[in-house]
């Protein structure tokens, strides 16, 4: 089974920081891409930042220049740093992962449980 285990949500007064993480588990031969996607009441999904296995980084422009995404390839592990956070950043955070369970070069999108932060004083 693989699974997506996320950490670091919570609540934060504007202007602060948060940091959360992501560890993918289970039967994942090779992982190409992993990200984030967050969704707010009323709003779109929509992708916040993403990194690929050769380290190209993609970010919201509504959150460039204040989130910063990262990855320990070793332990599986995303991770997204939140700086000078707003209130419009209130969402429930998806982690986002990419990859094949087995040495064939077949692809899957598996997604984590979901993880809520809110920005509000």
């Known amino acids: 089974q693989v699974q997506l285990v996320e950490s670091g949500g919570g609540l934060v007064q504007p202007g602060g920081s948060l940091g959360l993480s992501c560890a993918a588990s289970g039967n994942i031969f090779n992982i190409v891409a992993m990200g984030w996607y967050r969704q707010a009441p009323g709003k779109q999904r929509e992708l916040v930042a993403s990194?690929?296995?050769?380290?190209?980084?993609n970010y919201a422009d509504s959150v460039k220049g204040r989130f910063t995404i990262s990855r320990d390839n070793a332990k599986n592990t995303v991770y997204l740093q939140m700086n000078s956070l707003k209130p419009d950043d209130t969402a429930v955070y998806y982690c986002y992962v990419r990859g094949s369970p087995t040495v064939v070069a077949v692809l899957y999108d598996y997604w984590g449980q979901g993880t809520q932060v809110t920005v509000s004083s």
């Open positions: 990194i690929s296995s050769g380290g190209e980084k």
